[in-house]
C-alpha cells in the first residue's frame, strides 16, 4: 500500500466514525477532519468533483461548529422547566434513557409522588437535553439523578442549571449535595466543593433565593 492510498483509507475510516458519533459536536469535529484529509488525498489525484464536495462540507461544519460553541455557554441557550413527578414526558425520558442513566447513576430510586421530590427538564429549544432530580428538604437540596443526553455531553448545561437557572428561585434552598455514587462526577468544574464520602457540595448562589419572576 503506498502512503496516498493510506491517506485516502484514513480519512474513509474518519469519515465513517464520525456518522457513528451521537454527540453532535464531536461529530462535526471528526467529520471536519476527515474532510480536510480526504481534499488533500483527492486534490493529489485531482478528482476535482470530490475536491469541491469535500470544501463544502468543510465549509458547512465550520460553520456548525462556530454556531455550537458560540452557544454552548449562553444563558438564552437553555431552559429549565419544572414537571410534575408523574408527568408523562418526564416518565417517557426516563424509560427510553435508562440503561445509559443507571450507568451513571447506578443508585437511582425514583418516586415521583413524594412530594418533597422535584423534576426538571432541561431543554434547549425543542430538544430535550436532560434531566434533574432533586430531593428537597427545608434548606438543603439533594441531586437524585443529574443526566444530560448523549447528544448534548460535550456542552456545558450543567453550568447554566447549577449557577444560572431559576430552578431554586423561590425555594429558599441554600445548599445542593450530590450522591457520592455518580459515575464521571463533572461537579469540581463549575464550582462545587468535594466532600469526604465522594459526594460534592454547592452553596446556592444568593440570587437564587430570589423570588420567582
Request: glycine share 8%; aromatic share 10%.
Amino acid at each position: 500500500m503506498s502512503w496516498l492510498d493510506a491517506i485516502g483509507w484514513t480519512g474513509s475510516a474518519l469519515l465513517v466514525y464520525s456518522v457513528m458519533q451521537a454527540r453532535v459536536l464531536r461529530f462535526r469535529v471528526l467529520n471536519l477532519a476527515a474532510c480536510v484529509v480526504l481534499t488533500g488525498y483527492n486534490a493529489t489525484l485531482e478528482i476535482w468533483p470530490m475536491v469541491a464536495m469535500n470544501v463544502a462540507l468543510m465549509a458547512i461544519n465550520l460553520w456548525h461548529i462556530r454556531n455550537l460553541t458560540s452557544t454552548r455557554h449562553d444563558t438564552e441557550t437553555y431552559v429549565v422547566l419544572e414537571v410534575g413527578g408523574q408527568d408523562d414526558y418526564l416518565r417517557h425520558v426516563l424509560r427510553v434513557h435508562e440503561p445509559d442513566i443507571l450507568t451513571f447513576q447506578p443508585d437511582l430510586v425514583w418516586d415521583g409522588a413524594d412530594e418533597d421530590n422535584r423534576a426538571f427538564i432541561v431543554q434547549r429549544g425543542d430538544e430535550t437535553v436532560g434531566v434533574v432530580l432533586l430531593r428537597i428538604d427545608g434548606p438543603r437540596a439533594t441531586v437524585l439523578l443529574d443526566y444530560v443526553t448523549p447528544k448534548y455531553r460535550d456542552f456545558s448545561p450543567g453550568r447554566f442549571v447549577w449557577l444560572q437557572s431559576d430552578m431554586f428561585v423561590g425555594r429558599g434552598v441554600t445548599t445542593v449535595t450530590t450522591s457520592p455514587s455518580m459515575v464521571g462526577a463533572y461537579y469540581e468544574k463549575v464550582g462545587f466543593t468535594a466532600l469526604a464520602d465522594g459526594s460534592f457540595e454547592l452553596a446556592v448562589p444568593n440570587d437564587a433565593t430570589r423570588k420567582p419572576r
